[in-house]
């Protein structure tokens, strides 16, 4: 058999490399939220226990590669292939059909990213890139929302062609390999492979969603695709230029820059986020390339590295996630910079380059102009598509308002990611006029990185306005056909480990007389004695900012202590402490305060649209809709 050029290898390990990536992400974001649902069933400590032992699967690479030789890459890969479109074809996904679909994921990046060829890892590494972003490219067309979860012609044909493509690039690798050997060589030794799992943790966070940028710099989710695919290009640039250093004191410099980014990122805001995201997407690119490196380590060595590396990553995912829901007795943000800063580990074994003349930069270059060249077309295809201006109803007109506690748009218990179906029950009666929805998430890995705020406001076409709350990506969304004169977040006081929300406070045109004050907010869910104090605090700073305004409209998921037997016993929702207070400061409800008699969360009253006197109501919860864990609120609001 002829053994082909290592240039060649390079050529035949790029295209299997990045699509095997892109496709391995949507996999990990069909588990995420369907791991969300069973933690409705079973608790959080179950889920996370299952989500650790998948992850954790990657370890058996060695066995599987050891027991079919030469035919594992292409049966995993292949497997990869058939899930991606049987996941298109099903009407909805199976926990079962997720957790497989990961575990085999896991086996083909595995494979595919671990081999005992030496010596091209530094450049075929941008493979790895160039699939972050065409994974970021084909979610920008669906407008964040992943194409798995959706069912039609689009998706189905983008199914079948990463399918046909997947498939023809695991049956060609065998022959390509040329020595008998069937991985392709992105990393190398233990250090590499942990390196790799850390890298993707930070990327799945926050490097690769646009949705996080769009939420934490307040701008579009265009200019959110844009920085996340330049930022992209940017590391395949850093990556060829550091590839002429020597790997120990580049990775100091990348770890460290990698673990302050990550300590950063969740909590800087404005322009200050592009800055950030590209500094730590520069980073990325350059672990990634010493990862790639050769080293003394064998090809065992990588694959057990790897697979260590998957449970970093999936580690590092879990624990920011549960923060928000079961406080770590730190903060979140140190578990980030953790997976930073465990990069370091890249350097471990790595030869010193050769000294080149001229570096080889031709295949960085190319890929890092057509990331740019995506870049703008993603951007400009998003910004041709935003919403209708907002227009004024008139003084006199009846305000259709819906409040709805929408749990990042995954479903109840099922942990399917069904934005659609939220988008149908809001506009069953017609497309209402404000909408104010409680937990809503722009870039969570646990809601598939889905930008709701942006994809909603596309699929109703009204603009919207964003309170984040316990992070940038996780908050109320507004929606509003009424132009928005002002919006101010105010920050609602935490106590103890409590959950930081917020409170909107906007001013909407009505189109003559007295402008409409809306306060949109979501106070503390738990109901233990320090989380009801807070809630209280809530209430009391919600009333200051209010300044007795007329035309005000007191909107959200107040969450006052309930009863659910045996925990708490049972009491009318006029004695809810919360509640009566907004009452007797001068507001007014339709809502049963006697029997909860309409309750909009299992068999409780959560949820309220409160109005000023000079304002009248009428109310009904639509108790029909069942998916998620609480009912639509609809109320008809006028000028009494």
């Known amino acids: 058999m002829t053994t082909i050029t290592a240039r060649g290898r390079r050529l035949s390990a790029f295209p299997l490399v990045a699509v095997t990536t892109a496709v391995s992400l949507e996999a990990f974001r069909v588990l995420f939220p369907k791991a969300y649902g069973l933690a ?52 909805h996904v199976p926990l079962g059909l997720a957790l497989a679909g990961t575990v085999v994921a896991l086996l083909a990046m595995t494979l595919v ?72 060589p992105i990393v190398s030794g233990f250090g590499g492979g942990v390196t790799l799992g850390a890298v993707l943790a930070l990327e799945v966070g926050f490097l690769l969603s646009p949705g996080f940028v769009a939420s934490s710099a307040a701008t579009s989710l265009a200019w959110g695709a844009l920085v996340v695919i330049g930022s992209i290009a940017l590391a395949v640039a850093a990556q060829a230029w550091s ?8 990775m100091v410099a990348a ?20 800055l950030a995201i590209a500094i730590g997407q520069a980073a990325a690119g350059v672990a990634l390339g010493v990862a790639g490196r050769p080293s003394a380590s064998s090809c065992l060595r990588a694959e057990v590295g790897l697979g260590v590396g998957w449970v970093a990553f999936v580690l590092t995912v879990l624990l920011y996630q549960l923060h928000f829901d079961q406080p770590l007795p730190f903060d979140n943000r140190w578990v980030v910079a953790a997976a930073g800063a465990l990069t370091m580990l890249a350097a471990l074994g790595r030869v010193a380059p ?66 659609d179906a939220i988008a149908s029950v809001l506009i069953r009666d017609g497309t209402p006029d404000i909408v104010v929805l409680p937990e809503a998430a722009r870039g969570w890995p646990l809601s598939g990185d889905l930008d709701l705020a942006s994809w909603l406001s596309r699929r109703l076409n009204l603009p919207f306005i964003w309170s984040p709350a316990a992070s940038h990506q996780f908050g109320t969304l507004v929606l ?20 930081g929300r917020s409170l909107m406070r906007a001013t909407l045109d009505v189109g003559g007389g007295e402008p409409l004050t809306l306060l949109a907010t979501h106070l503390q869910h738990h109901n233990d004695n320090a989380s009801m104090a807070t809630r209280l605090r809530e209430v009391q700073v ?94 008809v609001v006028r000028l009494a």
Request: charged share 20%; glycine share 10%; hydrophobic share 45%.
């Open 255 to 274: 770890a460290g820059t990698l673990a302050v980014a990550g300590f950063l990122l969740p909590r800087v805001t404005g322009g200050g986020v592009f």
């Open 480 to 499: 509003s056909r009424l132009p928005i004169r002002t919006a101010r977040v105010v920050k609602l006081p935490v106590v103890g480990r409590s959950q």
């Open 113 to 184: 990213l671990t081999s005992d060829h030496p010596g091209c890892g530094e450049v075929t590494s941008v493979a790895l890139l160039a699939g972050l972003g065409v994974d970021v490219a084909l979610r920008g067309a669906f407008i964040t929302w992943d194409p798995t979860w959706q069912r039609g012609p689009r998706p189905v044909v983008l199914a079948v062609l990463l399918s046909a493509a997947l498939l023809t690039l695991a049956f060609a690798a065998p022959r390509r390999a040329g020595n008998g050997t069937s991985g392709v």
């Open 40 to 91: 409705d069933q079973r608790g959080n400590e179950v889920a996370a226990v299952v989500v650790l032992v998948v992850f954790g699967s990657a370890l058996l690479t060695p066995v599987v590669r050891r027991l079919l030789g030469v035919r594992s890459l292409p049966a995993a890969v292949g497997a990869l292939a058939a899930w991606r479109l049987v996941v298109a074809l099903v009407g």
């Open 542 to 635: 919600i009333l200051e900012e209010w300044k007795r305004a007329p035309h005000t409209l007191l909107i959200g998921d107040f969450n006052p202590r309930q009863g659910d037997p045996p925990l708490y016993p049972s009491r009318r929702p006029g004695e809810f402490a919360e509640i009566r207070a907004f009452l007797d400061a001068g507001f007014t409800t339709a809502e049963d305060l006697t029997s909860c008699s309409q309750p909009t969360s299992g068999r409780n009253c959560s949820d309220f649209v409160l109005v000023t006197p000079d304002l009248r109501q009428e109310l009904t919860v639509d108790a029909g809709v069942g998916q998620f864990d609480h009912r639509p609120v609809r109320s």
């Open 354 to 419: 050769q000294r080149r003349t001229q570096p080889d930069v031709e295949r960085p270059a190319l890929v890092a102009a057509s990331l740019v060249g995506v870049a703008v077309l993603a951007a400009a295809g998003l910004a041709t598509t935003g919403t209708k201006k907002a227009v004024a109803s008139g003084p006199n007109a009846a305000l259709r308002v819906v409040e709805w506690n929408i749990r990042q748009a995954v479903t109840e218990n099922a942990g399917e990611l069904a934005p």
């Open 243 to 250: 590839s002429r250093f020597d790997p120990a004191p580049i």
